[in-house]
Nanobody, 126 residues
Framework: QVQLVESGGGLVQAGDSLRLSCKVSGRTFNYAPMGWFRQAPGKEREFVASINWNSALTTYADSVKGRFTISRDNAKNTVDLQMNSLKPEDTAVYYC???????????????????WGQGTLVTVSA
């Protein structure tokens, strides 16, 4: 059974940094894109960042470009999200996800992802 477990969320102030981590167990996905999404209160889940199988390609939402960095370690079966210069509008539940696909590309649509974590809450105060 595939499981994704996020960690690293919490309450921070605007301008602070936070690093989220996601551990995947039950199966290896060395050739699949991995991603992070978020869902703010009262809003739909949205794409944040994606990384391809060998870390050669990354894609970011415009709202986080230049502030967030996604990385993965295939040996450890993990995907991380380094978040810098956090803003109150970054407040959301953050989800990691894995696409059940063999592709060299990144993936940005929710429908591309098959496996999801339970989410970790990030709250950024002004």
């Amino acid at each position: 059974q595939v499981q994704l477990v996020e960690s690293g969320g919490g309450l921070v102030q605007a301008g602070d940094s936070l690093r989220l981590s996601c551990k995947v167990s039950g199966r290896t996905f060395n050739y699949a894109p991995m991603g992070w999404f978020r869902q703010a209160p009262g809003k739909e889940r949205e794409f944040v960042a994606s990384i391809n199988w060998n870390s050669a390609l990354t894609t970011y939402a415009d709202s986080v470009k230049g502030r967030f960095t996604i990385s993965r370690d295939n040996a450890k079966n993990t995907v991380d999200l380094q978040m810098n210069s956090l803003k109150p509008e970054d407040t959301a539940v953050y989800y990691c996800a894995v696409a059940n696909a063999l592709t060299r590309d990144t993936k940005t649509s929710i429908s591309d992802y098959t496996y999801w974590g339970q989410g970790t809450l990030v709250t950024v105060s002004a």
